[in-house]
């Protein structure tokens, strides 16, 4: 029996482990995908080496996810036996708590050698490796970087402006450029036509500038000026990583073996220099795994003594246990760098400390509840139970109604299945809440004990960003839920029998599609009523609240380049909304081969009810010949298109915006001569996005059919593959779209084109 008990508990764990695993590296990885196509399509890098980052993150990923989906099918497995009354009989049988919880605890000690595999060897040779294959697809492929009418800025401090790039992405046209390296030097250039050249052997990229000219003046002193003709310029260029929201390596450490580790930290106490964060990072290599079986310790004994509460409640311990730890390392380990604590008491107190608390809480478990206790407990649990609604009851019950009451059969099942999705929708939004918050926390806490900010600032952010999350994880939540239903309706048979009283598939499913319908809809209104306000209070809690930043409408930005014209150009050192003016501006006016016309250089412009103000400054005038012609001034006036919300509302993000805002704000970037694909998708994508529920009720409800006696982990499965599908089908689309292969309306729409197609043959074609 006691093998028979173990193979049991083994088998019981590994579904909800495996499903967490994937579900919570899903949730860590799905805002990778569309950058790494991006990478694919629009930069042209090879697939195979895309794949490869994307295997290069994983480690880093799954350290963090194989402890918390341990610790939530620890907590769904015992939450269940105990539910079901299998401890008890266990104990009836003299299988005593702590004999139960051997297997557990060898489980756990196998997900403990996983995640010291990650750890120890596998995360260092994996950043070193991502940082590497990075540089190499940086070096190969930057050539492509370069985006007519747009100011490219991935060349480390040069911002390049090109009119127009041929298809080869070698020969280019029009091109401005301007060196900001030196703050004290304002240098810029401009050039008829341009080649850029990449050296792959030498790692080198070089942009060749054919017929231009180089522009120079003196920031501090405006009358300094130089200006240089030129037949053939070459510059090297530096590239910067296109995948931003990468794992970045600001750690060295992370990067060295576990023995280079240690022996560097060695090194550098001999030398009297600061090793505490390679020790640090030496102890936390070995203390991190072991988080497994601490949670295993606190999770196991608190799960098996709760009769009531099933999956919520181990979702919600889960979230507690799983927060508590990391709060508490995270503080631990930020007073180690600061050396305020030994690194190795740091790190290994979290450990300690659930471990003393889990051997309480084992030892407590170990202690039989008196039998009057245990008796009068029972009678009370079992006097509260109900059984689970089923069609057939809901039926019977409704003879017993008054004579008011609806008295049609389809009426009633109607009222059934809303009653019963609503149910699985219900779970799905507090599942979706909780996962969210997991993986926020997961994210910010590092940033949260670096900054500091007060708790009200904290639950702020989530009251703003929880809504903005569930909107966004709604499609989600609709699909496991009708594959609940439809799974739950086959597996006893209650499909069958309506399809034998005359109701066909479609009658039944008629009721789920217009909640569907109904569900898009109010996604509709919530989308433009609540969500950009929503948005963009979340917005102001992180950057004002959290940060200390300025709101974003009044923060300062610098080194801002914008195009209002054709001829015209604009380069603002600072920019303050708050002070209605902006420091170090340049104006430029140019003819169309790109070579100057005029150039006006103030120290400060105002804005006033009756346009700019400039003081300062001098204004250059180019002639045909190549002589300047200087005009200094102290302060003029000057009538421009242009105003301060121009400049102010130029990155403002289309998360906080309705639709129609959206696209007033994309027409503006139009006439500014900014590339406005990326926004014209998020634009289509307003209308398209909240049609997806409908869909997916379509493409979920003939799958669920196709695995009549398929559980709720083949369900879970089943709606993370389609929801994967659907976001790698956007993804694709949208980097398509940025490449101008594909029409921004149709990007927005391809992902529902497919999966409505796929989900309606899929219907039509199953058994009615």
Known sequence: MIRLLDRYVFRELTAPFLLGVGLFTFFLTIDRIYQLTDLVVTKGVPFHLVLQLLLYMLPSFLAHTLPIAFLVAVLLVTGRMAY????????????????????????????????AVLTLALNPWANTAFQRQLFTILQARASTGIKDRVFNTAFGQFVIYVEEVSASQVGLRGLLVADERDPKLSRLISARQGRLFTDQENRRITLRLIDGAIHESDVGDPARYRHTTFALYDMNLSVESPLKSAPRIDKPEKDLGLFELLYTARDLAGQGQIATPHFTEFHKRFAF????????????????????????????????????????????????????????????????????????????????????????????????????????????????????????????????????????????????????????????????????????????????????????????????????????????HELTALKAAGVSLYRVSSPIVLLAFALSAGSVIFQETLLPGLNAMGEEVDRVKIRGQLPRHLQRRTQIWYRSSDARFYRIELLDPAGQQMDGVTILEIDPNFRFLGRLDAARAHWTRHGWEFERGMFREFTPEGSVEAVPFTLTSLELEESIETFTQSQQPPETMSFRDLRDYVNKLRESGHQVEKYLVQLYSKLSFPLIHVILVFVAIPLALQWPQGGRVLGIALAIVLALGYWVVTSLAQSFAKADLLPPLLAAWTANIVFAGVGVSLFLRTRT
């Open 84 to 115: 079901d009354l299998e401890v008890v009989a266990l104990k009836a049988s003299g299988v005593s708590p702590l004999r139960l919880f051997m297997p557990f605890l060898a489980a756990g000690l196998v997900v403990t050698a996983l995640t």
């Open 289 to 492: 795994p072991l988080a497994a079986v601490v949670f295993l310790m606190v999770g196991f004994p608190l799960e098996i003594r709760a009769r009531r509460g099933g999956r919520s409640l181990a979702l919600v311990g889960s979230l507690v246990i799983v927060v508590t730890y990391y709060l508490l390392l995270t503080t631990l380990e930020d007073l180690a760098l600061a050396r305020r604590l030994r690194p190795a008491v740091a790190i290994w107190i979290p450990n300690v400390l659930f471990g003393v608390v889990g051997l309480v809480l084992l030892r407590a478990s170990a202690v039989q509840v008196p039998r009057e206790g245990a008796s009068l407990f029972r009678r009370l649990r079992l006097g509260r139970r109900r059984p689970a609604p089923t069609l057939g009851r809901s039926v019977r019950r409704s003879r017993a109604r008054p004579f008011w009451a609806p008295r049609d059969s389809s009426y009633l099942v109607d009222r059934y299945l809303l009653r019963e999705f609503l149910t699985y929708l219900g779970y799905g939004v507090g599942v979706g809440a909780v996962l969210f918050i997991v993986v926020d926390l997961l994210r910010s806490l590092d940033r949260y004990f670096r900054v500091k900010p007060p708790l009200l600032y904290i639950l702020e952010h989530f009251v703003y960003r929880l809504p903005a999350a569930l909107y966004e994880g709604l499609p989600l939540i609709v699909l496991v839920s009708t594959v609940f239903l439809f799974l739950a309706l086959s597996r006893q």
